[in-house]
């Protein structure tokens, strides 16, 4: 817990000051004002109103570092939770806000009050025009599904980085013109949406990310799609549709035996190839 005290030493004829404040990790920021006077009154009011406000953020903190798995839903079970599109209504029972949707309010900022909900599994903030995320986001140790698309983004907010739980990231229609590489050693995240943005290769280190289950990178400039592909065992959709593709590896695809949906459309592959892949995989739909 956080302790503040102030000592005056009244033996002093200067009236030295002593103010003391104990982080709550140990450590401890002194402030010695000298030469008490009526003006310096001021100042001690200033510190204490900082010291005050700082208290309060770590108590917010400390209140998300108590992790509690039982708020942390599966996909199915947010499919039958209530759904907040009202933060005046969301802020009536905060603790009961797993899924939070603000979605087209031309926003350039994320609330403050969204720092409320210390349970959200699901935050939607698509189509605003949002080029960063407050600091506060990356605290928010119950975020599953973060979505993003169509606002401005053109570098992945450091405080994506930070949330451990993090397993659906949707990036669709923003101004990325790369993946960033930071992202792709993300061990959590299973479903990645950048459809829509500039991206023109899909980088080695994406091949490494063996728990990936959905990869949509629909209406890009990809040229290449390399036989790396096939170290993504889990995947079950590929979304690739309207690139610059030219050639598949053709025995990589053959081998993701839990892969359901693989569009290619819209690519520059021969339509034999993709007619043999079709029939080499008949328990995946491959539109093309």
Same mark, same amino acid.
């Given at each position: 817990m956080t302790s503040?005290?102030? %000592?005056?030493? *009244?033996?002093d004829p200067n009236h030295n000051i002593q103010s003391c404040f104990s982080h709550p990790y140990g450590q401890v920021l002194i402030i010695d004002i000298w030469n008490f006077s009526i003006r310096t009154s001021f100042v001690i009011c200033f510190l204490l109103f900082v010291i005050l406000l700082y208290s309060t953020g770590? %108590?917010?903190? *400390?209140?998300?570092?108590?992790?509690?798995?039982?708020k942390l839903f599966t996909l199915s079970e947010l499919y039958e939770i209530k759904t907040f599109r009202s933060l005046d209504e969301a802020l009536k029972q905060p603790d009961s806000v797993y899924k939070l949707i603000i979605f087209g309010k031309e926003l350039n900022r994320v609330p403050d009050e969204v720092y409320s909900f210390k349970y959200l599994n699901t935050l939607e903030l698509s189509k605003n025009s949002l080029k960063t995320l407050p600091e506060y986001i990356g605290d928010m140790i119950y975020l599953q599904g973060l979505y993003l698309a169509e606002n401005k983004f053109s570098d992945m907010p450091e405080q994506v980085y930070r949330l451990p739980n993090l397993r659906r990231l949707r990036l669709g229609e923003n101004k990325f013109d790369f993946m960033p590489e930071k992202l792709l050693e993300m061990k959590s995240i299973e479903e990645i949406y950048f459809g829509r943005n500039q991206i023109w290769e899909i980088p080695d280190r994406l091949f490494d990310m063996l728990q990936l289950r959905v990869l949509k990178l629909d209406n890009n400039n990809i040229s290449n799609l390399k036989t790396s592909i096939s170290k993504l065992k889990n995947l079950e959709v590929i979304n690739l549709k309207n690139n610059k593709i030219e050639s598949i590896p053709f025995e990589e695809l053959i081998s993701l035996q839990k892969l359901r949906t693989l569009n290619l459309k819209g690519n520059k592959i021969p339509f034999q190839v993709l007619d043999s892949l079709r029939k080499a995989m008949p328990n995946t739909k491959i539109e093309y």
């Open positions: 503040t005290k102030i %000592q005056i030493n *009244l033996n770590c %108590q917010r903190r *400390l209140e998300y570092d108590s992790f509690d798995s039982t």
